[in-house]
């Protein structure tokens, strides 16, 4: 079964969680988790499924536990929040998070640009608005419960040229459908320096509801909060492969799901959430599920303010969407720690966690561009690609688009900066997948996969959990 919530086509702008899947080793918290090995027990129980815990005490001497009742792949702010989520719903399941890296956040998550998003770019009464809306407030909310630091600096969209102010209406009058909080409307470079004293254009909206928070800490708080309510993390820990519990190879998962690692042993769960990022179409693949849409990975590259020059932007400066092209735009957008960002461009990343031109996964990037959707998305955007990739390579081109929304910047001010990579999904037909979308494929209601999660999924996390565990109480029969 293949769920799409919301429309699939359309541009999409950066984001989710991304984080996966590989090698096998519990943190050391995991001994916390009302979890119990059973090995020794299968010789007598062949389905392990929700019977397999029995003596909670016996935890305190399991280091290498393998039956779950819920496991969550994919250790990125998604899979993060989504796991805290039903470890809270369900405080006696037995829940584990897996995760390829040594520590959850290390992709996506924790390399974006920080940025709390209000929810006004996102179509009228969409899930994505919705979630957003609410992910906002929610994050807020977290970020004071929990001492994170952030900041509610706002946003300003920009017009700088006439054939930009009917998109910046509409884009106000989105927002206010959306009912995001907090917005203004200015007319003219007098009314914009209100806010940002640097900044010119023919008007802009302000969204006073858009901060900024660093995503790779939230994403590690939460960890937290899932470890000490008793989940387990597993990071280092590779998912290779999906099969049922009982029968070697069956992809039927009548009795439970078998996750196979690459180094160590397998694990065994009543039932299986995937948010798997840069390579969740690899994940459900690997269930039975449809192949396409695949995931194309598109690196962001920024540029930073020199230190010294911080003070030229106060909050958020974007541009309006260009309706032509499927891409935000650069920006200027400040950090927790001070820095502030320019842009990203927009170029395709030579692996699907390809952060610089150095990054070369072969296959990856063989399967890539002989995929008949990225083919039909080359050919339609070869002109914005071209542009986006001599930005890419010339700082001064980069610069000057900058200089629209503020002129005082110079060359000298900026310096090279961070890089991030989004999981662009893309259908056959060269359009990307504009909303969330889900796929249980023929598991039996066993395995959930969020096979696209786009920006704002970072600022949405919370609420994106809340939904994930409202549909997999149906899915999952918990």
Request: net charge positive.
């Amino acid at each position: 079964m293949l769920k799409l919530i919301g429309a699939c086509v359309g541009a999409g702008v950066v984001g989710g969680g991304i984080g996966l899947l590989y090698q096998t080793s519990p943190s050391s918290s995991s001994v916390r988790s009302s979890v119990v090995h059973c090995e020794e027990e299968k010789k007598n129980k062949s389905d392990c499924g929700n019977d397999c815990g029995r003596d909670l005490k016996s935890i305190q001497q399991q280091q290498n536990q393998t039956c779950f009742d819920v496991g969550i792949v994919g250790g990125g702010i998604v899979g993060v929040a989504c796991a805290r989520e039903l470890k809270i719903r369900y405080p006696n399941k037995r829940i584990a998070l897996f995760e390829k890296d040594n520590d959850v956040g290390n992709q996506q998550s924790g390399n974006n640009s920080g940025v709390i998003h209000c929810g006004i770019y996102y179509g009228k009464g969409s899930l994505r608005a919705k979630l957003c809306t609410k992910g906002n407030k929610e994050m807020y909310k977290y970020c004071v419960e929990n001492d994170i630091p952030h900041k509610r600096c706002g946003k300003l969209i920009v017009a700088v040229e006439e054939r930009e102010l009917e998109p910046l209406r509409k884009l106000y009058e989105n927002g206010l459908g959306n009912n995001v909080e907090e917005l203004t409307w200015l007319e003219g470079t007098k009314a914009i320096q209100t806010y940002e004293p640097n900044c010119v254009g023919l008007a802009a909206i302000h969204c006073n509801t858009t901060g900024i928070v660093d995503y790779r800490t939230v994403t590690k708080v939460m960890r937290n909060d899932f470890e000490d309510l008793g989940g387990v993390v597993f990071t280092n820990t590779k998912v290779i492969g999906f099969e049922d519990s009982q029968t070697k190879g069956s992809k039927v998962f009548v009795n439970g799901v078998r996750i196979q690692t690459n180094n160590g042993p397998s694990f065994v769960c009543d039932h299986v959430v995937t948010c798997g990022g840069a390579y969740s179409d690899k994940l459900a693949q690997m269930t039975g599920c449809r192949d396409t849409p695949k995931i194309i990975p598109v690196r962001g590259e920024y540029l930073k303010l020199k230190k010294g020059k911080e003070s030229l932007v106060r909050g958020n400066i974007y541009p309006v969407p260009d309706s032509r092209v499927p891409f935000l735009g650069v920006h200027f957008t400040p950090r927790t720690n001070g820095d502030v960002l320019l842009g990203p461009n927009a170029v395709l990343a030579f692996a699907r966690e390809g952060y610089s031109y150095s990054d070369i996964n072969w296959k990856e990037l063989l399967e890539c561009v002989s995929y008949v959707g990225f083919v039909r998305l080359a050919t339609k955007y070869w002109d914005f690609g071209a542009h986006e990739l001599w930005r890419s390579l010339n700082t001064a081109a980069q610069v000057r688009r900058l200089q629209k929304y503020v002129p005082t910047l110079e060359l000298e001010d900026v310096e090279e900066g961070p890089a991030g990579v989004r999981a662009m999904a893309l259908g056959e037909d060269g359009e990307m997948v504009k909303d969330f979308l889900f796929d249980s494929g023929d598991s039996n209601g066993r395995i959930l996969h969020v096979r696209n999660a786009p920006s704002p999924a970072a600022t949405s996390s919370i609420a994106i959990a809340k939904y994930i565990a409202d549909y997999a109480k149906g899915l999952f029969k918990l």
